[in-house]
């Protein structure tokens, strides 16, 4: 093509544009990933000062640092921040880098509606935090903000809270559709739906969830509205609602919520396993089934949150079942990721510890959800800090360390440059050492009877305690080791090859590393 009968829309040759306008108009998906990532990252450095805070208060009984109110302030926040503000967002900047590379795609299907799904998230985070600094104080309900702790008796900055999670809502739910429309409509020619890569399956599932369950979480925070501002009582009992409607809704959105945060991860997951065993993976099409069958189950099984509110016995036997039934396809997931690795060529480069971690310690989290699904022992384990430590275990080292998993392996295609090996296997074991010794006494306190979200507690858990704190730090500090290496590796290192990772197979390793800022102009055939 001469330059005479080019066209002005042709931009494979151009560059992102300069200065800080780039980032505030930009419509490319590494760009916007990009973004997300670093948002992200920043939401969990500011959830975890607050977690740091808690555990801090926790050290020892008695009240020592902070007041009980402000205490209750930063269990909620921390639990929004990190739920809504790092693991979701994170997992989101992953599909918007990755998925148009690993389908073939020339960028996302909606760019402009890309831009905005992200700029939305800065503005609805900056709203709920500054609520931390208005005259009531910022929320204090728990970040499952039970009505009617969240209705009668809140803050009055309850409402910029519930307008912050509209905005949220309304990103997932952009970025979602996105994500589906991406998938359905600019794969390569060649890549049927069943030779997509794992992460591309696993995100196309969750797209479909927050599709689903994000207007259910708009419309609880809108009841919540309508109670607190118009006189309505869905929540309130004595003007003919109830209480115990609020946590039906709230979990209707919330169970499928958990498995949108863990999805993805299982998806990373199962494009690390496969490289570092240098196997393909074992039983793509039963991976692909199993992911279905979670988001399918991921809906009905929503009241084992509320075992304990009076259920009929009928309904707590139906939702015992139907938990313990998501084990199976959790448990065909694992056993694929063992076989994988079964007489593999393994190596242990940082990815793949994260990812090794990953399948460990989420299978524990997976064992201690097992025990709670089973509903006479939860009315001993309900709102003790047994439940703390189960959630803590299928999030931190499992999303967590799912999305770490990721970065380490993407990082050196985003960058151009390896990382420091050494200073990635430093981060891993100080996490691996931290979240271990933060989460695991968790279980015994919480068997012992402690409960959660208590600012104080008796002498019995003063030890668990202390441990639990020193490991929280322990964790918390070493990612600043990461920050350290991200910055590192993005100034330079060696330089990366294109392949990346000896035994990386699929699109995204069959371009230049760093990959260009526009990919894919004229689609590769996939074999």
């Given at each position: ?137 910022a929320p204090n309900f728990g970040w499952t903000f039970y009505a009617p702790l969240s209705t009668t008796y809140a803050p009055s900055s309850v ?45 196309f599932i969750t797209a479909y969830l927050l599709v689903a369950v994000m207007p259910v979480l708009a419309g609880v925070v809108t009841m919540m ?303």
């Open positions: 093509m001469t330059t005479a009968t080019a066209n002005h829309d042709d931009h494979g040759h151009h560059g992102p544009a300069k200065g800080i306008m780039r980032w505030v108009l930009t419509t490319n998906h590494k760009d916007i990933g990009t973004m997300y990532l670093w948002f992200s990252f920043a939401m969990l450095l500011t959830g975890g000062v607050m977690a740091l805070i808690v555990r801090a208060e926790l050290f020892q009984p008695g009240m020592q640092l902070i007041r009980p109110e402000f205490y209750n302030q930063m269990t909620t926040m921390h639990g929004l921040i990190m739920v809504f503000g790092a693991i979701m967002p994170a997992f989101v900047g992953l599909a918007n880098w990755m998925v148009p590379l690993m389908i073939g795609a020339p960028d996302m299907a909606l760019p402009r509606m890309n831009n905005w799904s992200f700029w939305i998230l800065p503005f609805a985070f900056g709203m709920l935090l500054f609520t931390l600094f208005t005259e009531a104080g409402t910029y809270f519930i307008f912050g999670v509209h905005m949220m809502g309304i990103s997932s739910i952009m970025g979602a559709i996105n994500i589906i429309v991406t998938i359905l409509n600019l794969r390569a020619p060649g890549m049927t739906l069943m030779k997509m890569p794992l992460f591309v399956w696993t995100w509205l309508m109670d607190i501002h118009y006189g309505t009582a869905f929540f309130d009992a004595a003007g003919g609602g109830d209480p115990v409607l609020f946590q039906h809704v709230f979990w209707f959105f919330g169970h499928p919520e958990v498995y949108i945060m863990i999805l993805p991860a299982f998806g990373i997951v199962s494009q690390i396993i496969p490289t570092f065993a240098r196997k393909p993976l074992f039983g793509y099409a039963s991976m692909v089934y199993a992911t279905s069958s979670i988001a399918f189950l991921s809906f009905i099984v929503w009241a084992h949150h509320m075992f304990t509110v009076g259920l009929p016995l009928q309904t707590e036997l139906f939702f015992m079942y139907a938990t313990m039934l998501i084990a199976i396809p959790t448990g065909v997931k694992v056993f694929n990721w063992v076989s994988t690795m079964f007489r593999g060529s393994m190596t242990f480069e940082t990815p793949m510890l994260f990812a090794l971690a990953f399948v460990v310690l989420f299978t524990i989290g997976g064992f201690s959800g097992l025990m709670l699904a089973i509903a006479p022992a939860d009315f001993q384990y309900h709102d003790t800090y047994f439940v703390v430590a189960h959630f803590h275990y299928v999030l931190v080292p499992g999303a967590l360390f799912g999305i770490i998993a990721g970065v380490y392996y993407w990082l050196p295609k985003w960058t151009g440059h390896y990382y420091n090996e050494n200073l990635g296997k430093f981060h891993f074991w100080m996490s691996f050492i931290g979240v271990n010794i933060t989460f695991f006494p968790m279980h015994f306190i919480g068997l012992a009877g402690m409960p959660r979200r208590i600012p104080d507690y008796a002498l019995q858990f003063a030890d668990f305690n202390a441990i639990a704190t020193v490991g929280a730090f322990i964790f918390g500090f070493s990612q600043l080791i990461f920050l350290f290496l991200l910055i590192k590796t993005i100034r330079g290192g060696e330089k990366a090859t294109d392949q990346v990772w000896e035994g990386a197979e699929g699109l995204e390793w069959t371009i230049p590393s760093p990959a260009p800022y526009h990919t894919f102009a004229e689609p590769p055939h996939v074999k």
